[in-house]
Every structure is written in C-alpha cells, then in structure tokens.
C-alpha cells in the first residue's frame, strides 16, 4: 500500500467517506472518523464561509483521541465564488485533507502542502489524472462506471491500471462499494484505499431525507441514470426521484449549465433539483438496511477479515 504518514496506523477500513452534496454533515463525518475511516464532507453543503468554519469546529470538537483524520472537499471550478475564502479557512484550521473536484490547480494543492495537508483529486480519465498529478496532489480518486454522483464511464479495472502506470502515490477507487470483501477487492485491483458513498447514505448518521434513503433501499442497478441533465457535469441519479422531479427521462442527455455560484442560491431552481432529485450509484441494489455508522463499519470490517482469510487460502491452494 502507498499510503501518507498522516493515515499509517490510524485506519480500521482503508476507507474514506465520500462527501457528498446535501448529505454529509458533521454528524456523519465525527461518526465515520470516530470508527475509524476518513470522513469527509463538501463546502459547499455550508450556506457560506463562516458556517463552513463553524462545521470544522464542530468537527473537531467531536472527535475522539485516536480518530481517523477528516476531508473537506473544494470544488475548484471558475463558477465557484467562494474557492478562495473556502480554502483560506481550510489552510487556517489546517484541515488534515482537503478533496479537490473539477479543477486540480497548482496554487491549491501548495496551499494545502503550506501546513501539511494532503490533496487527493477525483478523477475519471487518464488525461484528468495526468493533470492532476502533473499539480502536485498526493492522491487520486478514480471514479469508476457505477459510482455515485459525477461518476465516470470507465470501467474500474482500465482507469485503476492506466493511472498505475505513470502514479504511484496513494490510490482511492469509487464505484459501488457496500461490503468487506469489495474494500480489499479495491486494494487487489492495484488502489490502497475504498471510497464509499451511496452504502454511507443508507445509515442514520447523516443530512439526507428519509424518503432518500428510503428510495436507496427499493432501487436497483436498473434505475441508475448517468446525465449532465441536472449539474451540467454527467452524474447518477435515481430514475425515480428523476421522474419525481419532472424531468423528462428522453431529454436526460441535455447538458446544463455548470454553475456553482449559482447552486448556492437557494432560490435557485438547480438547487432546489439537487434536493429532491437524489444521486446514488449502481450499488444501490446491494443495499438493505439502514444501521448506524457503527454498525456498519463493524460489518465492514469483518467481512473484510473474512476476505483476507479467503485470500489466504486460495493463495495456499494455488501453491
């Protein structure tokens, strides 16, 4: 594994929660981090800078001695006005790391490396990893086909293989991710760390509806659908709160206007969207029940055990 000083020996799951827009909370993040994988949650799920200090305080506050290390995920897109005082307050708090979206900018990962900080960078593409790694960050998350929200159309085992072959710092890969076994199946494929999202929505311990999670809980791979149609960047959302929403299922491959200034006024008819028409990934027909952040990650990491010993002796009965 190629993992930072800053997570060696402070992982129970080589798992980091995803953050995810109008659902990760601090209540989510201290759970998460509190049992032992990174949480993280966005920004911009804070109505502006001063809230988003004011979540970090909370944060901290909240965790336990030997916490797991926690993320803050910027998105580094000209449409978003509040980048620079995002970050500025993330460089103040030194927050342990900061995830960058939609743009991989030199001068934001220097900020962060300027006290320590790690900047892992979602990616779907081989040309956006090279130009992340090309920025300075210290690892790259490979978005999968199947993933929740901006998902990517790769398939996992060609983007893990073609970002291996020029990036040997840490590795997180994202795409349908509710068991044990799935988190090593991550590290076999050539990762060093899970990202799961949509497995994180089912549990009590975050900002999403009930009828969210709910919808989670009856829905299939089936009803997964990969559009810019809502965000302006291609993303899966659930069929039904698609339909719930009135949007036009044969007009789904219409790009919108990707604007994050605009996503922050809550008037506004994108953001009003991104509350009732929910993200999930291809995972979701895997899911069952809903259990606490403990619970889960509990099961996790004894499906996890279980694997390992699985490898274990499929490695003795090939020998």
Known sequence: MTLPALLENRLRLPVVAAPMFLVSDPTLVTACCNNGIVGSFPALNQRDSNGLRTWLEQIRAGLVK???PYAVNLIVHASNPRL???LKICVEQQVPIVITSLGAVKDVVDAVHSYGGLVFHDVTTRRHAEKAAEAGVDGLIAVGAG???????WNPFALVA????FFDKTLLLAGCINHGHEILATQILGADLAYMGTRLIATQHNGADDAYKQMILQAKAADIIHTPAVSGVPASF????LEQAGYDLNQLQNKADINYGEKLKPINDEAKAW???WSAGQGVGGIEDLPSIEE???????EYRTALQRCQQ??????
């Open 84 to 86: 620079q005082a995002d």
């Open 314 to 319: 499929l490695r003795l009965q090939a020998q």
């Open 162 to 165: 073609e970002i291996r072959q």
């Open 147 to 153: 993933a929740g929200g901006h998902a990517g159309t």
């Open 238 to 241: 659930m069929r039904q709160s």
């Open 296 to 302: 889960l990650i509990k099961r996790l990491d004894a």
């Open 275 to 277: 509350k009732t028409v």
């Open 66 to 68: 030997d916490a797991a």
